[in-house]
């Protein structure tokens, strides 16, 4: 039965439409007492006295948690370098620290929300403000101002590429660009605050019901803050209303279980529930990773690329989240899809005081991706060159050597996904030689395209253990009646639960509605990893794929029913070589071209998308309807990074902290026409040929667009988002 390959109805379409689907906001329970957040409200602070008394009195409520009530004051998701609650009474050194301004210092807990919210507000804090440290450029360089002082430096980590001798190539090049390039902030603006609610179960676990991206992580750190065992913790995922990597680190999931922990203390059994304001998820969740690199190409006369060198500082802020691997993925894809064959590479992810940084689509691809296009598009210019043709000439093919010394896996379609982007846009090829639409360059009319390409990681990067288990129950007597597919994989608005159904189906050549799938609670499940890094459909689907075809043998063995469980591993990696920085960075990649037409007012600034051609191999489209659906939210969620979210953070102090000052695009912003071009170069090793595909049209956009400004207007714009105000100042100048 052909389920994959065909765009059937989302299953939980009809839920989320009608309003039937409960997130974790829309969880109420008999009893249920409210829990309020306390933020620092300090940048850079020790912590002298906490005062708790009034707070305590106050009408209806019946707890305040401070750092001394946490067993083990710690988590993280790279590293535990985060108190759960900042304050005194904690061993954990250096916990009576605040480090950004929404670190957390107690927890109010009370008959209603405001009684909590009242209550909070009569907390007493004494502080002894520290300096602080907000641009990570000076604070690389401090050693007496340690964000971490038992970490020994400001900068968190390091990675570094030695290939080749590029000063010797930059000598012999007939062309050298060299410039420096600045990536903002972005806040994912997830259409659902954080929200959950807490419970002590009929087992006497501690549950937690919560938005996230993997589960059974949440259920470990929470486990280990609360130093108790993994099994005394249950984590459960409703409907969750996005997530982009906003949810993969800890925000509301350890407080919640610490709140119903410290009231079982206290013999008191009642659930607990919070839900944030949209302030307080703006300043209290991470962002995406601001940038500043320095960047310095040489080519040939003809185009071939001989040397790159590139210096990546990242701001982590106050805390590590996923810094390390987000760089990872920058230093790799700085250089673009090229092969070059001498580069140096030095990228440093760096503690700040400024709110914490971590995963958001695209994991530092669009980051190191907007300078590596960058830097094509002027070469292009400096040769003379057509940017497709340079392109071409330089891609990385079957067999060519990444800038860490190995080749990509094998199903390299580069080439092709950039040609038929191309192609669709106008271009041509003449004399076995790519030439654009005239509409490349109209100054006139103020237009001009815009081109850039990328490649993007499937799965967990550089060393990381990477597995996915799924269970697949039988059950009838003669036939197969239904199909109960055990998976701990989120549905974040991706439709990732309507894709284990389908490749279910398939594996067990059962209709969709035969197919009942019991997903996201980690005590129904094994762990899945995490909904992150475009993993989930290519890990899910070959979980899915062993597990259906156990089942089926234990079937055709008359086993009644029958049960099988199996755990998917890929290929391992490894990490960057201290030295040389070689290693086998992942195990599969999608590949992702695009071209925009821009319109620039010359008058007001205003940057229009006219139109995106945005070209993705997915490998295989398990579910065509929902990769296009893919393509058109990632290209509008990059259009508002290209253009228009503009974060502001002064001195550690978030300024723009409401949709009001923090735009994001409505339907009045999105691009005029968004063509979706979905190839299917199958990867040898995905379920069904699938690669993953979420995040990979969002991140050649930002140069593209800004590419396609420069035709239009002749002025390069090497900071972004490209604002009215931005482009306006920058045309104005001489």
């Not at 062309?175 to 997830?190: L, N, R, S």
């Not at 008191?268 to 839900?275: G, N």
């Not at 997915?618 to 503009?646: D, H």
Request: charged share 20%.
């Amino acid at each position: 039965m052909r389920s994959v390959g065909h765009s059937v109805p989302r299953i939980d379409a009809l839920a989320k439409a009608s309003g039937e689907a409960l997130y974790p906001g829309d969880y109420n329970f008999d009893n249920q007492l409210y829990m309020k957040v306390v933020f620092a409200d300090r940048v850079h602070a020790r912590i002298l006295r906490v005062e708790t008394t009034n707070a305590e009195a106050y009408p209806g409520v019946l707890a305040v948690i401070l750092a001394n009530d946490v067993p083990n004051n710690e988590y993280g998701l790279i590293v535990n370098d985060q108190p759960v609650l900042c304050g005194i009474g904690s061993p954990k050194p250096y916990s009576d620290r605040v480090r950004f301004y929404a670190d957390n210092v107690a927890l109010v807990v009370a008959e209603s929300e405001e009684a909590a919210r009242n209550a909070a507000k009569l907390i007493e804090i004494d502080y002894e403000d520290l300096p602080g440290l907000f641009d990570p450029r000076t604070a690389i360089k401090e050693n007496n101002n340690l964000v971490h002082p038992d970490h020994g430096s400001n900068i968190f980590n390091s990675y570094r590429i030695r290939k080749g001798d590029v000063e010797s190539a930059f000598a012999e090049a007939d062309v050298v660009v060299e410039d420096y390039y600045e990536t903002p902030y972005q806040e994912h603006a997830y259409l659902q605050p954080e929200a959950g609610v807490s419970y002590i179960d009929a087992e006497g676990r501690i549950t937690v019901i919560v938005g996230g991206q993997w589960a059974h992580e949440d259920q470990e750190q929470i486990a280990h803050a609360l130093n108790v065992p993994l099994d005394k913790i249950r984590v459960i995922y409703p409907a969750i209303g996005g997530a982009f990597g906003g949810r993969e680190d800890m925000s509301l999931q350890i407080v919640l279980a610490l709140a119903v922990y410290h009231l079982d203390k206290k013999g008191i059994r009642r659930p607990v529930k919070t839900v944030w304001s949209r302030e307080e998820s703006i300043i209290g969740h991470h962002k995406r990773h601001p940038y500043y690199i320095k960047a310095k190409w040489g080519a040939k006369a003809d185009g071939k690329l001989i040397a790159a060198q590139m210096e990546l500082i990242a701001d982590a802020g106050a805390y590590a989240y996923t810094s390390s691997k987000v760089l990872g993925n920058a230093t790799l894809m700085c250089t673009g899809p090229y092969s070059i064959p001498n580069v140096h590479v030095d990228a440093y992810s760096v503690y700040t005081n400024n709110i914490p940084t971590g995963a958001f689509r695209g994991f530092g691809g669009p980051q190191g991706i907007f300078a590596a296009e960058s830097q094509m598009n002027k070469l292009a210019v400096a040769l003379n060159m057509d940017p497709v043709e340079i392109r071409m000439k330089n891609l990385l093919r079957e067999g060519d050597l990444l800038s860490v010394g190995t080749p990509l896996p094998k199903g390299v379609s580069m080439e092709d996904v950039l040609r038929q982007c191309a192609l669709r846009a106008g271009w041509k090829v003449i004399d076995e030689e790519w030439k654009a639409p005239d509409n490349l360059t109209d100054r006139k009319q103020n237009i001009g395209l815009g081109v850039a390409c990328s490649y993007k990681n499937v799965g967990f990067s550089y060393g990381a253990p990477e597995s996915c288990t799924a269970k697949v129950e039988l059950i009838g007597q003669d036939r197969i009646e239904e199909a109960i597919l055990y998976h701990g994989g989120a549905e974040v608005g991706q439709g990732s639960h309507t894709a284990f159904v389908q490749m279910a189906s398939e594996a067990l050549d059962l209709p969709l509605d035969k197919i009942r799938l019991v997903a996201a609670d980690t005590s129904t499940s094994k762990s899945s990893g995490s909904v992150s890094a475009s993993r989930m459909t290519f890990m899910a689907g070959n979980a899915i794929n062993g597990a259906c075809e156990q089942a089926l043998i234990k079937w055709e063995n008359e086993e009644r029913p029958a049960i099988a469980e199996f755990t998917f591993r890929p290929p391992k990696t490894s990490p960057f070589d201290p030295e040389t920085g070689k290693c086998e960075p992942n195990f599969s990649y999608g590949y992702v071209a695009e071209v925009v037409e821009t319109f620039v007012d010359p008058d007001t600034g205003e940057v229009i998308l006219n139109s995106v051609i945005c070209a993705d191999d997915v490998g295989q489209a398990i579910n065509p309807l929902s990769v296009k659906g893919q393509i058109e939210g990632a290209v509008v969620q990059a259009a508002g990074y290209a253009l228009m979210e503009n974060f502001i953070q002064i001195d550690g102090i978030i300024k723009t902290k409401t949709l009001s000052t923090y735009l994001i695009p409505t339907i009045l912003d999105i691009p005029v026409s968004i063509d979706s071009l979905i190839i299917e170069h199958k990867d040898p090793i995905g379920p069904y040929g699938a690669r993953g595909m979420g995040e990979m049209p969002f991140i050649p956009l930002a140069p593209a667009v800004q590419h396609a400004i420069f035709n239009a207007t002749g002025k390069w714009f090497n900071k972004f988002p490209f604002t009215a105000e931005t482009v306006l100042l920058g045309l104005n100048e001489e």
